[in-house]
């Protein structure tokens, strides 16, 4: 008699359960494109796929409730036509009962897992890709509708566009050709930087690493700089480069599960920490950097600039260093400067002051020559001339000094270094407090990040069972209720259970992990404390 009986309540709960989850992922799919069309970065033709996609992430939430609804449907009916009662009088008991719901939980337990470890985070970011991919058919949709279009730092506006194949040797996907355009390029503190009006503008689209990357070259056009208030006629203008769409870089959500144990093991090779250790490494190389300048000038009393890019090299000599100035080691002395080619002397010169700014290019081992000031001698020929030494020369190698720091380093190896620098012992450099203090904090958001999600995808797969079982429960002990008054008394705590979820995810985020792993299971607690009392009130009834 069990197995007949199990087989049929599996049978049932199986059937309802599939019915139900089916019009619920239906209904919640569409509320989830609500969001990308309300903020027109979804276009008309991609709805539908957008929806389908999204019926997959939207199961998550809707198995637990299809759980709870099958079980209070099925036990209900089971108890209301006292077939629980012949059951037991057979000489049952509960949990035999109960056995084939346990069987069915512990089935959606490892669906639910499989779900929200590997198939779900593909799929959300399938959803980002879609809205990604689809911003060349929002934005000819707002020129259709005379309306302009957000794009980043820029406001495009056009009468009227043509939609192009990219032309095989630039690498674009589409082109789209504009007509009657206006562009805004915001500048700093998102004001106005600078205008382009022009006849006529080409559109380059390309998909990039899961961003849409527009580029656009405008032709007769007039550009206005703001800032400085001048207008000028440009036959070919070509703004800045601007995202339409992003399917965004890594994050937790669209991460499978393996993937983000793997990210926690292994922080630094994550973007947002590198650029905070690139920034650290800038810092600590023009730290070494202008040291080193200040121990050759005062031991030797000379230092070596190389030109990578001339190959010539320019000696510096009777000065010392003052932060980035080089400053005359008598008072109203002055420095002198010579250029060698090779080791020949080329160019001298002297001037009161020099200044050693960093490079442009971003590394902290190069350095400028800044001269604002300089009375210079040509020494290549037979006797010395006057001529010009340049004022600022760039891109300069310290050759008395080691090459830059590898970028092969840790972001413990980094943070020790610049905690050295800003230590009282090391000049409490203030930069390099607030660098360390940004790759730890980095280090925290990322790690905080992908643990809360790991937490919070084990504690949403665990609450599915929970409900199911708490469902049967109430429905075998509260037979004379209605069905759907006692799926509320489950419904209810389930609700409150995905909002302490979410909750304790967002105090783990904040740095609170003890506080919120607690939160989070709190919910799972609470339904496990109802199932209990539910079983012992059925048991005494």
């Known amino acids: 008699m069990p197995w007949i009986l199990w087989r049929h309540l599996i049978g049932e709960l199986l059937k309802v359960v599939l019915l139900t989850a089916s019009v619920i992922v239906v209904v919640v799919a569409f509320g989830a494109a609500i969001k990308p069309l309300a903020e027109n970065s979804l276009g008309p033709g991609s709805v539908l796929k957008y929806v389908a996609l999204a019926m997959v992430p939207m199961l998550q939430f809707a198995l637990p409730f299809a759980g709870g609804f099958a079980a209070t449907i099925v036990l209900h009916r089971f108890a209301a036509d006292n077939e629980l009662v012949a059951i037991g ?19 959606l337990l490892v669906v639910m897992l499989w779900l929200v470890d ?31 279009l957000d794009a980043g730092d820029m406001v495009i506006y056009a009468d009227s566009v043509e939609v192009q194949d990219g032309p095989a040797d630039s690498g674009a996907a589409r082109r789209l050709v504009l007509t009657g355009v206006a562009a805004i390029q915001r500048g700093k503190a998102g004001v106005s930087g ?25 032709s007769n056009g007039t550009g206005f700089r703001a ?7 440009v036959p070919r203008a070509t703004p800045d480069a601007v995202e339409l769409g992003r399917a965004a870089d890594r994050d937790a959500r669209s991460t499978p599960t393996r993937e983000l144990r793997r990210v926690r093991r292994n922080l630094d090779a994550e973007q947002p920490i590198q650029d905070a250790m690139a920034r650290g490494v800038r810092l600590l190389d023009r730290r070494e950097t202008l040291a080193c300048i200040e121990r050759s000038l005062e031991a030797v009393g000379s230092v070596t600039l190389v030109d990578e890019v001339g190959r010539r090299a320019h000696r510096i000599e009777g000065g010392r260093l003052q932060g980035e100035a080089i400053l005359p080691q008598a008072k109203g002395g002055s420095i002198r400067l010579t250029e060698l080619d090779g080791t020949r002397p080329v160019r001298g010169a002297e001037c009161p002051q020099a200044s050693l700014p960093p490079s442009a290019d971003g590394s902290g081992g190069l350095v400028d020559l800044l001269v604002p000031q300089a009375t210079a001698m040509d020494l290549a020929g037979p006797r010395p001339q006057p001529t010009r030494w340049p004022p600022r020369l760039r891109d300069l190698r310290v050759m008395e000094c080691p090459p830059p720091s590898p970028e092969t380093l840790s972001s413990e190896a980094i943070l020790q270094r610049l905690d050295r620098l800003a230590a009282p012992e090391g000049g409490q450099d203030r930069t390099a407090a607030s660098l360390a203090e940004q790759i730890r904090l980095r280090l925290g958001s990322v790690d905080r990040d992908m643990h809360s999600n790991i937490v919070q995808r084990a504690a949403l797969a665990a609450s599915a069972p929970l409900v199911l079982l708490l469902g049967a429960l109430l429905a075998a002990w509260r037979r004379d209720s209605m069905p759907l008054t006692i799926y509320l008394l489950a419904f209810l705590p389930a609700i409150l259970n995905i909002v302490l979820v979410a909750g304790g995810q967002q105090v783990m985020r904040s740095g609170e992990i003890a506080m919120g792993i607690t939160l989070m299971w709190s919910g799972n607690a609470l339904l496990l404390a109802l199932l209990a009392w539910s079983w012992r009130q059925w048991a005494r009834h």
Do not use: C, N, Y
């Open 89 to 107: 009088a057979s000489g049952l008991r509960h949990r035999v009962i109960m056995a084939p719901v346990a069987v069915v939980g512990v089935a």
């Open 118 to 148: 590997s198939v779900v985070p593909r799929f959300w970011g399938l959803m980002r890709e879609t809205v990604a991919q689809d911003a060349t058919a929002v934005f000819v949709a707002a020129v259709e509708r005379g309306e302009a």
């Open 227 to 233: 800032d400085e208030g001048t207008v000028a006629f």
């Open 194 to 218: 600078v205008e382009f009006v022009g006849e006529r503008a080409v559109v380059d689209v390309h998909f990039r690493d899961g961003a849409t990357v527009m580029k656009m070259a405008m």
